[in-house]
């Protein structure tokens, strides 16, 4: 009796679907199961390929970075103290000037220390020993020396009179008060003082000191600069800064000039 014998082939086919073939090892027998028809055999049609996956949401640009922030200008420095002003110094009264130069020192009208009007008529008949004074020179001490002249001779018509200034170094800054008070309580001064005036030639120079320049040809170089002049309010002779209140010439001319 002929033997047969099926074998079961498992085929992959691309639809990944299983098909079982029965294959015939032996010729045909009676009654055998027709081979399979080609059709039978075919691949099933291939299926729609799958739709391609939808592109991947773009990812959103980033946005751009915020602008750094200005930076703070810095705070300016605030601004330096204001250096302390010194104090100025007190100025120089300004004398009006003569249309013409008087022929007497008793001609002119002047202002005393404490501001009140001074007409120099009233020293007509008496010798006055004319002096530009400071507070803070190194020839100050000669005020003692001018004190004791006046005091000495005040009896016989001798006139101390101190007219301060600024014009040499700086040396007498003060205002009236204080002036009067460093005369009074450093020297016991007593003898008259005028207004602070200037002696130095040009702007702003005493109507006095141009009248004294004019009659001696000789300006003060330094402080304490002094002038004799006579009874007739005429007559003058000049000594210079460092010819102190006891020095034998300015004395003789004082006694000369009071027996006049």
Same mark, same amino acid.
């Given at each position: 009796?002929?033997?047969?014998?099926?074998?079961?082939?498992? $085929?992959?086919?691309?639809? &990944?679907?299983?098909?079982?073939?029965?294959?015939? $090892?032996?010729?045909?027998?009676?009654?055998? &199961?027709?081979?399979?028809?080609?059709?039978?055999?075919?691949?099933? !049609?291939?299926?729609?390929?799958?739709?391609?996956?939808?592109?991947?949401?773009?990812?959103?640009?980033? *946005?751009?970075?915020?602008?750094?922030?200005?930076?703070?200008?810095? /705070?300016?420095?605030?601004?330096?103290? !204001?250096?302390? &002003?010194?104090?100025?110094?007190?100025?120089?009264?300004?004398?009006?000037?003569?249309?013409?130069?008087?022929?007497?020192?008793?001609?002119?009208?002047?202002?005393?220390?404490?501001?009140?009007?001074?007409?120099?008529?009233?020293?007509?008949?008496?010798?006055?020993?004319?002096?530009?004074?400071?507070?803070? $020179?190194?020839?100050?001490?000669?005020?003692?020396?001018?004190?004791?002249?006046?005091? /000495?001779?005040?009896?016989?018509?001798?006139?101390?009179?101190?007219?301060?200034?600024?014009?040499?170094?700086?040396? /007498?800054?003060?205002?009236?008060?204080?002036?009067?008070?460093? $005369? *009074?309580?450093?020297?016991?001064?007593?003898?008259?003082?005028?207004?602070?005036?200037?002696?130095?030639?040009?702007?702003?120079?005493?109507?006095?000191?141009?009248?004294?320049?004019?009659?001696?040809? *000789?300006?003060?170089?330094?402080?304490?600069?002094?002038?004799?002049?006579?009874?007739?309010?005429?007559? +003058?002779?000049?000594?210079?800064?460092? +010819?102190?209140?006891?020095?034998? !010439?300015?004395?003789? !001319?004082?006694?000369?000039?009071?027996?006049?």
């Amino acid at each position: 009796m002929p033997i047969r014998i099926s074998r079961w082939v498992l $085929c992959t086919v691309p639809s &990944t679907a299983l098909v079982a073939v029965t294959v015939a $090892c032996s010729g045909p027998q009676s009654g055998a &199961t027709a081979p399979a028809t080609p059709s039978a055999l075919a691949p099933p !049609a291939p299926s729609a390929p799958p739709a391609p996956a939808a592109p991947p949401t773009p990812i959103a640009a980033k *946005s751009a970075p915020a602008a750094p922030a200005a930076p703070t200008a810095p /705070e300016p420095p605030a601004a330096p103290a !204001a250096p302390t &002003t010194p104090t100025a110094p007190v100025p120089e009264t300004t004398m009006p000037a003569p249309t013409a130069l008087p022929a007497s020192f008793h001609d002119f009208n002047a202002t005393t220390l404490e501001g009140q009007s001074a007409n120099l008529s009233q020293y007509k008949g008496k010798v006055l020993l004319v002096v530009n004074t400071a507070s803070e $020179c190194g020839l100050t001490p000669q005020y003692t020396g001018l004190e004791q002249l006046h005091e /000495e001779f005040s009896s016989r018509g001798l006139v101390v009179l101190g007219i301060p200034s600024n014009d040499f170094g700086g040396q /007498e800054p003060g205002s009236p008060a204080q002036i009067r008070e460093f $005369c *009074s309580t450093k020297y016991n001064v007593t003898f008259p003082l005028l207004s602070k005036q200037q002696t130095k030639a040009g702007e702003g120079q005493s109507p006095i000191y141009t009248w004294l320049n004019d009659k001696t040809g *000789s300006l003060p170089r330094w402080n304490f600069g002094k002038y004799v002049i006579g009874k007739d309010g005429k007559t +003058v002779s000049y000594f210079d800064s460092k +010819v102190t209140p006891e020095d034998p !010439a300015l004395r003789k !001319a004082i006694e000369t000039a009071l027996g006049s």
